[in-house]
């Protein structure tokens, strides 16, 4: 047998393994890819909920603004959104036709796609409380996609009611009214 029949006998099915092996490669960095993309889309969810919380929270904080002299009138007492049971028939005053507006906003009324609302965060709660006299703390809740640190427990709008703590996200503000002396 000549050296180059021996070598070329010892070498058959090499290139094969090697496009075996370029294949598995190649499968494992585009999972690696595909989980990826899915990571960053559901942070894009993520972000998306935020700014919509956000967009929410600054609306009635405008309201109460507004309407300083009845801004007591804006304590909810609850959550308004999901699962909110209030009563918009008819409203009393300014203050009560605000929190029926942002009641509804914060169930998705304001983007609608074939009749279903969508614009909206998963499970959205919004509260407005008064921890001191003319001091206003609004806080806007929703689920998460991912778990992450919960909220401080002064934050008590919609404890509870996502599953695990970690998942409920949240933003608040302070409104605090100034009292002038004439």
């Known amino acids: 047998m000549t050296p180059s029949r021996a070598c070329s006998r010892r070498q058959r099915g090499v290139t094969l393994i ?11 960095g585009l999972l690696g890819l595909a989980a ?4 960053a889309q559901m942070l894009e969810t993520e972000s998306y909920q935020r700014e919509q919380a956000l967009v929410l929270m600054r609306d009635i ?3 109460i603004n507004a309407n300083r002299s009845n801004a007591a009138s804006y304590v909810t007492g609850g959550a308004l959104g999901t699962s909110s049971t209030k009563d918009c028939s008819a409203p009393a005053n300014m203050a009560d036709t605000d929190l029926c507006q942002w009641d509804s906003l914060l169930k998705g009324a304001a983007e609608t796609l074939n009749g279903n609302r969508v614009g909206v965060m998963i499970g959205a709660r919004g509260c407005v409380s ?9 806080q806007v809740v929703w689920q ?5 640190a919960a909220p401080p427990g002064s934050v008590d709008c919609g404890s509870g009611l996502y599953g695990s703590e970690t998942y409920r996200r949240a933003v608040t503000s302070v409104v605090q009214i100034g009292i002038l002396s004439p």
Do not use: F, I
Not at 130 to 138: E, G, I, K, M
Not at 144 to 148: C, F, P, Q, Y
């Open 18 to 28: 090697e496009v075996l092996v370029t294949l598995v490669l190649l499968l494992v």
């Open 61 to 63: 904080v405008s309201r």
């Open 36 to 39: 990826l993309q899915n990571r």
């Open 144 to 148: 998460g996609l991912v778990a992450t």
């Open 130 to 138: 008064s921890p001191a006299t003319d001091q206003y703390l609004v």
